[in-house]
Nanobody, 125 residues
């Protein structure tokens, strides 16, 4: 069982930066792929970024490549999402998710077993 708690959301002007963090409880954190998803009103939940259990493989949505960076610290059971050059279209509730590492980074939300409660990110003037 893995419990996830996000922090770091808020309101930022377009072009600004935010850093989201997700703290995980439970054992064997390094055995889990971790991902950040987001969901805007009226839209489906989409995967923004993902990182493998060992941290050697990452994957990003095309819309955030070059602006967002996912990282993890397995000694602290945390995963982070650094978001730079934020745009109004990035406004959404952001969720941290975990999936047991089977050698691939799942793209679909249904494939992730554990979820945080979400944190609101708003990029607006």
């Amino acid at each position: 069982q893995v419990q996830l708690v996000e922090s770091g959301g808020g309101l930022v002007q377009p072009g600004g930066s935010l850093r989201l963090s997700c703290a995980a409880s439970g054992r064997a954190f390094g055995h889990y792929n971790m991902a950040w998803f987001r969901q805007a009103p009226g839209k489906e939940r989409e995967r923004v970024a993902a990182i493998s259990g060992g941290g050697t493989i990452t994957n990003y949505a095309d819309s955030v490549k070059g602006r967002f960076t996912i990282s993890r610290d397995n000694s602290k059971n945390t995963v982070s999402l650094q978001m730079n050059s934020l745009k109004p279209v990035d406004t959404a509730v952001y969720y941290c998710a975990a999936d047991f590492d089977r050698g691939i980074l799942p793209a679909r939300a249904e494939e992730y077993d554990y979820w945080g409660q979400g944190t609101q990110v708003t990029a607006s003037a």
